[in-house]
């Protein structure tokens, strides 16, 4: 079921994506059809750490029991949720491919005083991983 208001265009998904609570509600909603569920154990008995922004399983059997929503996902990287799913929107909704440059011109991305990482080569990252998991999934 596609929500009425999802964005359209490149400008709605950055205001969109830029409240984090529906951010994580959009990404949970996509990522776990039937309710969330622990991505080491599968159990469904988790509880919710909502300052964390993350869930915790109620099964302490294994060793991480702490999960975001990026947690065993091509999104499991310091890039923010809401950059990443700006990226993919981008990139999904582009007819002729997305470039790594736009992507950090519409992220808005710099490079933190002290990072070993270029903005450009976060982009070209998130652009990357985004591209091979619609190809491995066959969406393209």
Same mark, same amino acid.
């Given at each position: 079921?596609?929500?009425?208001?999802?964005?359209?265009?490149?400008?709605?998904?950055?205001?969109?994506?830029?409240?984090?609570?529906?951010?994580?509600?959009?990404?949970?909603?996509?990522? #776990? @059809?039937?309710?969330?569920?622990?991505? %080491?154990?599968?159990?469904?008995? /988790?509880? +919710?750490?909502?300052?964390? =922004?993350?869930?915790?399983?109620?099964?302490?059997?294994?060793?991480?029991?702490?999960?975001?929503?990026?947690?065993?996902?091509?999104?499991?990287?310091?890039?923010?949720?809401?950059? #990443? @799913?700006?990226?993919?929107?981008?990139? %999904?909704?582009?007819?002729?491919? /997305?470039? +790594?440059?736009?992507?950090? =011109?519409?992220?808005?991305?710099?490079?933190?005083?002290?990072?070993?990482?270029?903005?450009?080569?976060?982009?070209?990252?998130?652009?990357?991983?985004?591209?091979?998991?619609?190809?491995?999934?066959?969406?393209?």
């Amino acid at each position: 079921m596609v929500n009425v208001n999802e964005p359209k265009t490149l400008e709605e998904a950055i205001v969109y994506f830029s409240n984090l609570d529906h951010t994580l509600a959009y990404a949970a909603s996509r990522r #776990w @059809l039937h309710g969330i569920a622990c991505p %080491a154990c599968g159990s469904k008995e /988790v509880r +919710s750490l909502a300052k964390q =922004r993350r869930w915790e399983c109620k099964y302490g059997d294994h060793l991480k029991k702490q999960f975001s929503v990026k947690v065993g996902t091509v999104m499991d990287s310091p890039i923010g949720l809401d950059k #990443w @799913l700006i990226a993919m929107w981008a990139v %999904a909704n582009s007819k002729n491919g /997305v470039s +790594s440059y736009k992507i950090k =011109r519409d992220l808005g991305r710099r490079k933190p005083h002290g990072s070993c990482c270029s903005a450009y080569v976060k982009a070209w990252a998130a652009t990357r991983r985004t591209t091979l998991s619609l190809v491995e999934f066959r969406i393209f």
